[in-house]
C-alpha cells in the first residue's frame, strides 16, 4: 500500500518568515496534490503537480515535485495569517484507479 | 458550472433514524467519491463511482448504503448509526478519463452528528 509520510505535522511560525513542509511518498507516481483544508471546511485545491520538476506558485505558496526522490515540498514565504489552515498532500495510488494517499496533514499556525 | 454542492450542510439524527446526503456536480465528471473525516485527520475514502457504477468500496458497514441515480448525482443513505459515526462527509468528483490530471474536487461536506 502506497504510504504517504508529511512533515512536520504541526508548525507554528511567525508572519513573515519562510518554512517548508515535506510530502514523502513510498512508490511510484507521477502526480501529487496539494490541498488546505480551514477549520469545519472542505478541501480547497492549491496544486495539481504532473510531472518530475513541475513546480507552481500560487501568491505566497510555491509547489515542487520530485518523482524520483519521490518528494514534494510546499514552500511558504514570507508568511501571514491568512495561511493558517491545514495542508494536505495526496497521491494517486498505484493501480487502483481512484483512490488518492493523503498525507496526514501539516497543521499551519501563522502569528503575529 | 464548477463546483460540487451538498446537502444538507449540518445533519442531527439518532441511531434508529434513516436519512440520505446528497452531492451533485454538473461538471461532467464520471467519477465521484464519498469520504469521511474526523476532525484533525485526513479524509478516508468510503466509497467510488465511475460511469454510475461502484468501483470501490473500502468495507464500509452497511448502514452506509451509496447510491449513484445518474453521472451528476451521488448519495448516501444512512441508517441505525452510531454515535462514532459523527463525522464530515465530504463528496468529490474528478474526471476520469486517461491524459487529464484526474484532481478531485470536494464538495463543502455534510457535518453529521449521530446522538
Known amino acids: 500500500e502506497l504510504k504517504v509520510e508529511q512533515n512536520p505535522l504541526f508548525l507554528s511560525m511567525q508572519e513573515g518568515k519562510n518554512y517548508t513542509i515535506y510530502c514523502n511518498y513510498s512508490?511510484?507516481?507521477?502526480?501529487l496534490y496539494w490541498y488546505r483544508q480551514d477549520p469545519g471546511k472542505s478541501l480547497e485545491s492549491l496544486f495539481v503537480?504532473?510531472?518530475?520538476?513541475a513546480v507552481k506558485q500560487e501568491g505566497r505558496l510555491m509547489a515542487s515535485l520530485d518523482t524520483k526522490a519521490r518528494l514534494s515540498t510546499l514552500h511558504i514565504t514570507a508568511a501571514v495569517h491568512d495561511l493558517s489552515a491545514t495542508y494536505f498532500c495526496?497521491?494517486?495510488?498505484?493501480?487502483?484507479?481512484?483512490?488518492?494517499?493523503f498525507g496526514r496533514g501539516t497543521q499551519l499556525t501563522v502569528w503575529p | 458550472d464548477t463546483e460540487v454542492t451538498q446537502t444538507p450542510k449540518h445533519l442531527v439524527m439518532g441511531m434508529t433514524n434513516k436519512k440520505s446526503l446528497k452531492c451533485e456536480q454538473h461538471?461532467?465528471?464520471?467519477?465521484m467519491y464519498w469520504y469521511k473525516q474526523k476532525a484533525k485527520k485526513p479524509p478516508e475514502l468510503m466509497f467510488v463511482?465511475?460511469?454510475?457504477?461502484?468501483?470501490i468500496n473500502e468495507s464500509v458497514p452497511s448502514r452506509f448504503s451509496p447510491e449513484c441515480p445518474n453521472s451528476s448525482l451521488l448519495n448516501l443513505h444512512l441508517h441505525a448509526l452510531q454515535p462514532e459515526d459523527s463525522a464530515l462527509y465530504l463528496c468529490?468528483?474528478?474526471?476520469?478519463?486517461?491524459?487529464?490530471?484526474?484532481?478531485?474536487?470536494f464538495g463543502p461536506g455534510t457535518r453529521l452528528t449521530v446522538l
Open positions: 461538471m461532467g465528471h464520471r467519477a
Open positions: 468529490a468528483s474528478s474526471p476520469w478519463t486517461s491524459g487529464a490530471s484526474n484532481e478531485q474536487f
Open positions: 495526496a497521491v494517486p495510488g498505484g493501480s487502483t484507479l481512484g483512490r488518492l494517499y
Open positions: 463511482y465511475s460511469y454510475e457504477k461502484l468501483s
Open positions: 503537480l504532473l510531472s518530475n520538476g
Open positions: 512508490t511510484t507516481s507521477d502526480r
